[in-house]
């Protein structure tokens, strides 16, 4: 045997832990709002910007592109995002909220906020290396 331990190996642990996280709070939005996490990760970037490419948000929030398009697609035929071509740059499509979009942001946010709380109370006092920990990971890339 290696002596290799995957349920150890801290990439592993963090991919589970993430999955896990993830698929939690994608239960609720899903159930209470009927978007996908794909359309989740896009809103929630486009709430705090005015306009953003597809390109932009692909690299913002580690998903594939065609992910990325697709759910900006389903956003925009309920009506919760518009695309608009980019003026200096006709090759770009630049993403932003309809009132329609912010009306849902505004009643996700507190339901993301309850759910990390509800994480940071699990991590009780650990919470606070744990999040200066995944920053130290995280980088520049967040």
Same mark, same amino acid.
Request: charged share 30%; proline share 4%.
């Given at each position: 045997?290696?002596? =290799?331990?995957?349920?150890? =190996?801290?990439?592993?642990?963090?991919?589970?832990? /993430?999955?896990?996280?993830?698929?939690?709070?994608?239960?609720?939005?899903?159930?209470? =709002?009927? @978007? /996908?996490?794909?359309e989740w990760r896009v809103l929630a970037h486009l709430a705090g910007?005015?306009?953003? /490419?597809?390109?932009? @948000?692909?690299?913002?929030?580690?998903?594939?592109?065609?992910?990325?398009?697709?759910?900006?697609? $389903?956003? #925009?035929?309920?009506?919760? @995002? #518009?695309?608009?071509?980019?003026?200096?740059?006709?090759?770009?499509?630049?993403?932003?909220?309809?009132? $329609?979009?912010?009306?849902l942001i505004e009643r996700i946010v507190p339901v993301a906020n309850?759910?990390?709380?509800? @994480?940071?109370? #699990?991590?009780?006092?650990?919470?606070?290396?744990?999040?200066?920990?995944?920053?130290?990971?995280?980088?520049d890339r967040t």
């Amino acid at each position: 045997m290696s002596g =290799f331990d995957l349920a150890a =190996f801290l990439p592993y642990q963090l991919a589970v832990a /993430s999955a896990r996280v993830s698929r939690g709070f994608a239960d609720l939005y899903r159930a209470e =709002f009927g @978007i /996908s996490l794909p359309e989740w990760r896009v809103l929630a970037h486009l709430a705090g910007s005015e306009a953003v /490419s597809v390109r932009e @948000i692909h690299a913002r929030v580690d998903m594939d592109k065609s992910k990325v398009s697709r759910a900006a697609a $389903r956003l #925009e035929s309920q009506g919760l @995002i #518009e695309k608009r071509t980019h003026p200096e740059d006709r090759r770009l499509v630049e993403m932003r909220l309809t009132d $329609r979009g912010r009306d849902l942001i505004e009643r996700i946010v507190p339901v993301a906020n309850a759910y990390q709380a509800r @994480i940071l109370a #699990e991590l009780g006092p650990d919470a606070a290396p744990f999040r200066t920990a995944l920053q130290t990971l995280l980088g520049d890339r967040t």
